[in-house]
């Protein structure tokens, strides 16, 4: 059973620059949840996509947008890329319904130049 | 916003010994959850609570659900090098039960063989 896989592992971009990142959910899970990591810090909740719509979104810019697919895979988008963006990027997936506990995948390794 | 904090941020501690750590928060959580974050790695969920007072242990870790709703401790016994890693408190905001966590800052354990 395949947990939450994430790709690409690393990705190094410029300034201004626009990025895809991708996340399989693990088998069951339907909800998907983006998270934001720098170095030393906890994950940041960017937003949460269930029923293929944005249901919840943390405090990030417009730059930071999504998409889920009908099979509940997801991908984050984010455009005009600053220094600052530079972190680890985790997706997060779980089943619908209160009190489920999500599942991290590993993340992807964003390095802005 | 809520936050949570951890302490302590970091510890160094030889093998074999036991292990104390906290988190707190200004404001109530239904749900507290302990996450562990290897290098490199996405968290890895270890132990949920979900009721006040509530203790729940899985192996060597054992956490509790304070009975004011706003702390939750992890304990370790019995340490060994593979416990070393980053240490996470997590848990969705308010009496929601959705897909956003907010994390702690996280307390580093580093052991000693």
């Known amino acids: 059973d395949a947990g939450v896989t994430q790709s690409p592992t690393h990705l190094i971009k410029t300034r201004g620059q626009q990025v895809t990142l991708r996340c399989s959910p693990k088998?069951?899970?339907?909800?998907v949840s983006w998270y934001q990591q720098a170095l030393g810090q906890g994950p940041q909740f960017i937003f949460q996509?269930?029923?293929?719509?944005?249901?919840q979104r943390g405090n990030f810019p417009d730059r930071f947008s999504g998409h889920q697919f009908p099979n509940y895979s997801s991908e984050l988008n984010v455009n005009a890329l600053l220094l600052g963006d530079s972190a680890l990027y985790l997706c997060?997936?779980?089943?619908?319904?209160?009190?489920?506990?999500?599942?991290f995948g590993d993340g992807t390794r964003l390095s802005i130049l | 916003g809520q936050q949570l904090n951890q302490s302590p941020q970091s510890m160094f501690i030889q093998e074999g010994e036991d292990v104390s750590m906290n988190c707190t928060s200004s404001?109530?959580?239904?749900?507290w959850l302990w996450y562990k974050q290897d290098p490199g790695e996405g968290p890895v969920l270890l132990i949920a609570?979900?009721?006040?007072?509530e203790l729940t242990s899985n192996g060597r870790l054992t956490a509790q659900f304070g009975i004011t709703r706003k702390d939750s401790f992890l304990n370790i016994s019995a340490s060994i090098p593979s416990d070393v890693g980053i240490y996470f408190c997590?848990?969705?905001?308010?009496?929601?039960?959705?897909?956003?966590?907010?994390f702690g800052q996280g307390t580093t354990l580093q052991v000693k063989p």
């Open positions: 997060a997936s779980r089943r619908g319904g209160a009190g489920q506990p999500q599942h």
């Open positions: 404001s109530i959580f239904n749900t």
């Open positions: 996509y269930y029923e293929e719509e944005e249901r």
């Open positions: 088998s069951g899970h339907d909800t």
């Open positions: 997590a848990g969705p905001p308010g009496s929601s039960n959705t897909g956003k966590l907010i």
């Open positions: 609570l979900y009721k006040a007072g």
